[in-house]
């Protein structure tokens, strides 16, 4: 598990780790750390998820363009006022469909209700909130929807993210599904 930890928390590489367990007179492979990192991060991510403060009520939401494997796509994201990532969502469109499927599976998997939600003014918003959070009070901010960038505008670096799986910067372990979920 610290192997796990170290490749996680210090952006060691496979044979970083891998070196720093041999000095410690423990030999494994490269590939051993690999698997180990695949097969126990969910493991460590829910677990940290009970570290966190409980979810706050007023959920900022946000969407982004990026690059991802050469094609543009958008990603949506809420946060609670607290800055922790609630949902995070990767869409090929721009549109209500998309804003639905982001609200909907963050109350299925959360069972809370948020009392404010805070968006920038893309016409998709008030219908889908309307429809999923009629007692939510909608409100749309230029720049305060965005909390985690400072008011700067997006939250990804220029160059975009190689693969979905490079979505984990969004830091809820949802950033890796793709439209439907499944990975793909």
């Not at 946000?62 to 796509?73: F, M, Q, S």
């Amino acid at each position: 598990m610290v192997s796990v930890r170290w490749y996680l928390r210090y952006g060691l590489s496979y044979r970083d780790v891998e070196e720093l367990l041999a000095e410690r007179g423990i030999e494994v492979d490269h590939v051993t750390v690999y698997r180990w990192v695949q097969r126990f991060t969910p493991l460590l991510a829910d677990a940290a998820r009970f570290a966190r403060h409980s979810l706050g009520d007023r959920w900022y939401v946000d969407e982004t363009y990026v690059k991802v494997n050469g094609v543009w796509r958008y990603v949506y994201r809420a946060v609670d006022q607290h800055g922790q990532v609630i949902d995070v969502l990767l869409s090929a469109r721009r549109d209500a469909a998309a804003a639905r499927r982001l609200f909907a599976r963050a109350l299925r998997a959360l069972k809370v209700m948020p009392s404010e939600v805070v968006t920038d003014a893309a016409p998709v918003y008030p219908a889908v909130l309307d429809e999923l959070l009629p007692s939510a009070w909608h409100h749309v901010e230029q720049y305060e929807n965005n909390p985690g960038s400072g008011g700067r505008g997006g939250t990804v670096t220029e160059s975009g993210v190689e693969g979905p799986a490079d979505c984990r910067w969004c830091g809820c372990g949802h950033g890796d599904r793709g439209e439907d979920g499944s990975g793909e």
